[in-house]
């Protein structure tokens, strides 16, 4: 899993007004919590790029004040309307206690129902997962190169290694469909 260093504030206020004026600054309400104590802090909008608006998931280096935090990002709130980040909640990393998290799913090999003129179609894009923190993946697995015309692979054929695959294991992950012109094809046959 990449790491990604963020640079944050203690807060000193705290509240609904507190917050609704440090958003106004660029500046993101945010806990540290998992650890001894809870931490409140605000992080520049600015640092979330990286950590948000990208499919990967990053190990993060949360330094607030001089003090490091090993930390991944647990929950995040929107606003409904414009999108701007409202709250942040980051979960402190204990090397012996088995953490939850969503990872993106990535598709692997050549589907030989697409070569033959099918499209594959990725049904689920993250699976949620359950592992130590030094064995955290950045992303899961699937080969669809055993995928012909009409087929599927479903979560069970992901391969998980030092992590536990929580979502469900019938899930359909991705399929190649038959495309219209094969169909009349396989019938008249």
């Known amino acids: 899993m990449e790491k990604l260093e963020i640079i944050g504030y203690k807060r000193a206020n705290l509240g609904k007004a507190?917050?609704?004026?440090?958003?106004?600054?660029?500046?993101?309400?945010?806990?540290?919590y998992g650890g001894k104590q809870h931490i409140h802090c605000v992080i520049p909008m600015i640092m979330f790029?990286?950590?948000?608006?990208?499919?990967?998931?990053?190990?993060?280096?949360?330094?607030?004040?001089?003090?490091?935090?090993?930390?991944?990002l647990q929950d995040i709130q929107?606003?409904?309307?414009?999108?701007?980040?409202?709250?942040?909640?980051?979960?402190?990393?204990?090397?012996n206690k088995p953490v939850k998290l969503e990872v993106p799913l990535r598709l692997v090999g050549s589907a030989p129902g697409?070569?033959?003129?099918?499209?594959l179609f990725q049904k689920i894009e993250r699976v949620k997962v359950k592992a130590l923190p030094k064995n955290l993946p950045s992303q899961v697995t699937v080969d669809v190169s055993g995928l012909d015309l009409g087929k599927s692979v479903r979560i069970s054929d992901a391969k998980a290694e030092g992590?536990?695959?929580?979502?469900?294991?019938?899930?359909?992950?991705?399929?190649v469909t038959v495309p219209r012109e094969l169909k009349g094809k396989t019938n008249e046959a």
């Open 78 to 95: 929107f606003h409904p309307v414009n999108e701007i980040i409202l709250h942040a909640d980051f979960l402190e990393l204990d090397e």
């Open 49 to 72: 790029k990286k950590l948000v608006y990208t499919p990967e998931v990053y190990e993060v280096e949360l330094n607030i004040e001089g003090d490091i935090y090993r930390c991944i």
């Open 114 to 119: 697409v070569q033959k003129g099918g499209k």
């Open 18 to 32: 507190n917050a609704r004026e440090l958003r106004k600054e660029a500046m993101v309400p945010a806990v540290v």
């Open 163 to 175: 992590f536990e695959i929580l979502t469900n294991p019938a899930v359909t992950v991705a399929t």
